[in-house]
């Protein structure tokens, strides 16, 4: 047996970006283990993926399915934990060489914030911890030596164009492919239905992020990443419309050498990318056909049509709370969608309002932000039953 595989951590397993990870493991299996598998509440999956992997442990975040977990387990030597510690126990497992942070949303955010206090290197998928808890995650990280491999194609893009320095940066540019509704006309906006926001033209994602782009919060939620991730200045940060995906992000240097990273939008580089740091691993499949005419296009974004831009841009300039404020602000208006309780522009107007109302709170630590992101999601709730903003 190879002892030098990379002994990993998988949290949010069955999710978009879990799954995936798990494709590639199965490609590397002479370079990778699955140590850990956590989730929320797939069991039936999560018990595949734990039979075909073989983990030391596995983790059901809810606690309503662990003795589905435990009976679909039985017969094998796999360790059943359940709950928000047992979640933690996977993102800190002593073991573990890299920790996947893929968990979608805030309820990440406890778990990614454990792997950084036990000083591991997280390959993290989930933008709404950096969104929502920033500055707390990256003095942890440095505080534990821990460090953040970005998992977000954008993000990713951008650190191999870095090499591990943002010496002579003068921008990062961050590419977005305008989403479904790039070219709908700005009032139809009001009347598009789920069903339309959650056809995306590139990208194969899970709903929140795929609504994300269409209201393209997403971008705005990864500008704030990237402040995180790469300490730069908010201005330093720009974004452009790319719909072909296929430049992921660009760093523009002092002397005007502009670096960029290209592939398909296919997810698994840069997962595969952020366990193989610093190292590469083939990964046959998607290439960039250049036998075949390719047109490569960029615009500015058109910040009227999609307001969550300069919102999130607001976020971030203002500091403190809003950031928190405009991530649970958009989860909570982003399911209320999904659930036609509001319509596609109640999104950006129910986080316009959260911020409006709701700021100035201290939002240091963890029981901090979580009480910011509480008000928030309240807020939203509250504006929906009286639908003040909600249509
Ligand atoms: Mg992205």
Redo the contacts with the bound molecule.
Sequence with gaps: MNTDRRRISIVGATGSIGTQCLDIVQKHTDKLRVLALAANRNVDLLIRQARMFDPDVVAIADRSCTQALRSGLEGTDIRVLEGGEGVCACSTHPEADIVLGAASGIAGLKSVLAALEAGKVLALANKETLVAAGDLAMRTARLHKARIIPV???HAGVFQCLEDSTRYVEKVILTASGGPFRNIDRTALDSVTPQQALKHPNWSMGAKVTIDSATMM?KGL?VIEAYWLFGLREDQIEMVVHPQSIVHAMVLFEDGSLKAQLSLPDMRLPIQYALSYPDRWPLPEGRVDWARPQSLTFAPPDLEKFPCLRLAREALAAGGSAPAILNAANEAAVDLFLKERIGFMGIPRMVEGALGKLSGSSCNTYEEILQVDQSARHYVHEASKRNTLAL
């Design positions: 977000d194609s954008e997403n990864e």
